[in-house]
Nanobody, 123 residues
Framework: QVQLVESGGGLVQAGGSLRLSCAAS????????MGWFRQAPGKEREFVAA????????YYADSVKGRFTISRDNAKNTVYLEMNSLKPEDTAVYYC????????????????WGQGTQVTVSS
């Protein structure tokens, strides 16, 4: 298993950009697909993006497609989420997790959630 620590969140104006990082400990990082989810106050956790173990395939929620990019560096045990053209509705706590289940879009397929990093987008 891996332990995950997110970083890179902050306060940004609408239209701005942020890059989130998720650093993994342990030797088995490359064995896992990875996902980013987010949770806004009063809302359920929702899927944002996922990437295959090799980095050869990526998936996105419709709400972020074309604005966010997920990537990974297996040599650095890190997965990234590049967020551009941010909107106030992107405000949430962002979490990364390791995928063990078949369906990349559901949180039930993931384990070893990080503690989250807050992203706040002001209008």
């Amino acid at each position: 298993q891996v332990q995950l620590v997110e970083s890179g969140g902050g306060l940004v104006q609408a239209g701005g950009s942020l890059r989130l990082s998720c650093a993994a400990s342990g030797r088995t990082f490359s064995n896992y697909g990875m996902g980013w989810f987010r949770q806004a106050p009063g809302k359920e956790r929702e899927f944002v993006a996922a990437i295959l173990r090799s980095g050869g395939g990526t998936y996105y929620a419709d709400s972020v497609k074309g604005r966010f990019t997920i990537s990974r560096d297996n040599a650095k045990n890190t997965v990234y989420l590049e967020m551009n053209s941010l909107k106030p509705e992107d405000t949430a706590v962002y979490y990364c997790a390791a995928q063990i289940g078949s369906y990349y879009y559901t949180s039930a397929s993931y384990i070893n959630w990080g503690q989250g990093t807050q992203v706040t987008v002001s209008s």
